[in-house]
């Protein structure tokens, strides 16, 4: 599986942008995809997944209420809609999907169960 992250930037604090991530190669059709981010001087953390199943979302409570993740499944594509975007938002948001099928909160929060990720995208928020 190959993940493709796009869509990153520079922006202002308030504003909005949308990040894609095209998979490819084996289908992921039966797999949740999840985005994570990182800041500089800082460990990789959970933003958001989706399970491509049934659609259920996950968010971390930073970003619950502001960023929406949705997919494409005819398109292998997952999308994070990230509205009023903060400074501290800025870092590095990388997307991932797991070798199988994730179950609950729990796994999809842990990047430990994402086997593939994408490159990375830069978002940068500034004040």
């Known amino acids: 599986v190959q993940l493709q992250a796009s869509g990153g930037g520079l922006v202002q604090a308030g504003d909005s942008l949308r990040l894609s991530c095209a998979a490819s190669?084996?289908?992921?059709?039966?797999?949740?995809m999840g985005w994570f981010r990182q800041a500089p001087g800082k460990e990789r953390e959970f933003v958001a997944a989706?399970?491509?199943?049934?659609?259920?979302?996950y968010y971390a409570d930073s970003v619950k209420g502001r960023f929406t993740i949705s997919r494409d499944n005819t398109k292998n594509t997952v999308y994070l809609q990230m509205n009023s975007l903060k400074p501290e938002d800025t870092a590095v948001y990388y997307c991932?999907?797991?070798?199988?099928?994730?179950?609950?909160?729990?796994?999809?929060?842990?990047?430990?169960?994402?086997?593939?990720w994408g490159q990375g995208t830069l978002v940068t928020v500034s004040s």
């Open positions: 991932a999907a797991p070798l199988g099928p994730l179950y609950g909160s729990s796994e999809y929060s842990d990047p430990r169960q994402y086997r593939y």
């Open positions: 190669g084996r289908t992921v059709s039966s797999r949740g």
């Open positions: 989706i399970s491509w199943s049934d659609g259920n979302t």
